[in-house]
């Protein structure tokens, strides 16, 4: 990734110049871009979905979307959305993944008998399209993974899909799930990351760097009146490449574009230790806490 200097800098002035200067860049790129093409370039459905079938399935995903550009601002890029059908005995969406290769894409498998409420409660679109906002980080899945789940839930409530209680709520129950779970809480997230093929414990890894990412957001918001998204929302609008790259690479840029140095601080005390992210503190601050939105 090649050097990008700073959008603005802390300097003598104080954190109020840090958030009028996020702010100002914010504005001049979002109000420019919202009107812009479609995020997706394309729709591709198996043939047993029917045309009312697809116009529901359309509404719930431009619904989700559009919650990501509340929270957000626009998408980078664009996209393109795959849909086959399956019968589950559970989830209305039971598997999902995105490609980003030559054309970056969104796979969903879903079961339309489910009731269409039960689309608007389910997680799994959220999530994936908190992908499409970086590129392909390779085996730095911790990253990938922890950061569109942390954000899966926030964009859900931007989404107007569930309320902040709800979705705060959610953040701390997967947390203490991790928590609770039966691996020892000395691996770290990076060891996990590490031994995915082998452990495959998908959860603590999710939920691992979801556990950074909030810190990230916590400490972002006490220290310096900012928060985790609105640096994202900088760093779609001035700096995102589809090209592949690191997790580090990314968090550099983050502490250049933010003018602190708490992601990679947090990732040398956090991410470095033998243990697991401690949330014992995060769910409190979440309730209280609900993301900036767009207007």
């Given at each position: 990734m090649t050097e990008t200097a700073p959008i603005f800098s802390m300097h003598k002035y104080g954190t109020w110049v840090l958030t009028i200067a996020l702010s100002l860049a914010l504005w001049l790129c979002c109000s420019t871009t919202t009107a812009a093409t479609s995020p997706v370039s394309a729709w591709?459905?198996?043939?047993?979905?029917?045309?009312?079938?697809?116009?529901?399935?359309?509404?719930?995903?431009?619904?989700?979307?559009?919650?990501?550009?509340?929270l957000l601002g626009p998408f980078p890029d664009?996209?393109?959305?795959?849909?086959?059908?399956?019968s589950s005995n559970s989830s209305p969406v039971p598997?999902?993944?995105?490609?980003?290769?030559?054309t970056r894409q969104i796979h969903?498998?879903?079961d339309t008998s489910k009731p269409w409420?039960?689309?608007?409660?389910?997680?799994?679109?959220?999530?994936e399209v908190s992908h499409m906002l970086f590129p392909y980080v390779g085996e730095d899945r911790w990253f990938a993974e922890g950061l569109a789940s942390y954000l899966q839930y926030q964009v859900m409530f931007a989404a107007g899909h569930i309320d902040?209680?709800?979705?705060?709520?959610?953040?701390?129950?997967?947390?203490?799930?991790?928590?609770?779970?039966?691996?020892?809480?000395?691996?770290?997230v990076l060891k996990h990351n590490a031994q995915l093929s082998q452990e495959r414990d998908y959860p603590r890894l999710y939920w691992g760097g979801a556990a950074?990412?909030?810190?990230?957001?916590?400490r972002l918001a006490q220290d310096h009146d900012l928060r985790l998204t609105q640096v994202i929302s900088a760093y779609t609008q001035c700096c995102y490449s589809?090209?592949?790259?690191?997790?580090?690479?990314?968090?550099?840029?983050?502490?250049?574009?933010s003018g602190t140095e708490v992601f990679l601080k947090t990732y040398h005390q956090e991410m470095l230790s033998d243990q697991t992210p401690n949330t014992k503190f995060l769910g409190a601050w979440l309730r209280t806490t609900p993301p900036r939105l767009f207007e």
């Open positions: 591709q459905f198996t043939q047993d979905i029917t045309p009312t079938q697809r116009k529901e399935l359309k509404t719930w995903l431009a619904e989700v979307q559009a919650g990501l550009n509340r664009q996209h393109e959305i795959h849909i086959k059908q399956q598997w999902a993944r995105t490609a980003k290769g030559t969903f498998t879903v409420s039960a689309f608007r409660q389910d997680w799994t679109a959220a999530h902040w209680d709800t979705a705060a709520a959610k953040i701390e129950e997967r947390f203490q799930r991790v928590k609770n779970s039966k691996v020892p809480n000395a691996w770290s950074f990412f909030a810190m990230i957001d916590q589809p090209a592949p790259t690191r997790a580090m690479d990314l968090l550099n840029l983050f502490d250049k574009l």
